[in-house]
């Protein structure tokens, strides 16, 4: 599984039948920057952080279809995302006083 954030949309002139009214996307990688098209099972924008899996994992989450990449999950959070700045540190839990 890979973490990348949406680019922008992906048009196709010609596609399989397999990819006839599915919707791909623009991804680039947060850790390599590598750029890759994957379909988008949950409607994503440009910009936001996605989780998109690959090879077997994304012919199984599209039904099948002849795709290497598929966007998964829409990211709400993580305690640090790479190629961000790095996170605060975490705050102690303080102590109450008996």
């Known amino acids: 599984m890979l973490l990348a954030e949406v680019l922008g949309r992906v048009w ?3 596609q ?13 990688e947060l ?3 590598a750029a890759h098209v994957a379909v988008d099972l949950i409607d994503v924008a440009a910009g936001n952080t996605v989780l998109v899996v690959t090879d077997e994992a ?3 989450a599209t039904g ?10 829409l990211v709400a959070g993580a305690d640090q995302l790479p190629g961000t700045a790095k996170s605060p540190k975490p705050r102690r839990a303080e102590r109450t006083s008996p």
């Open 64 to 73: 099948g279809a002849a795709v290497d990449a598929a966007v998964v999950a």
């Open 58 to 60: 994304a012919q199984t």
């Open 16 to 28: 399989l039948p397999d990819l006839d009214g599915r919707r791909m996307v623009l991804v680039r």
């Open 12 to 14: 196709a002139e010609r």
């Open 31 to 33: 850790s390599t920057s």
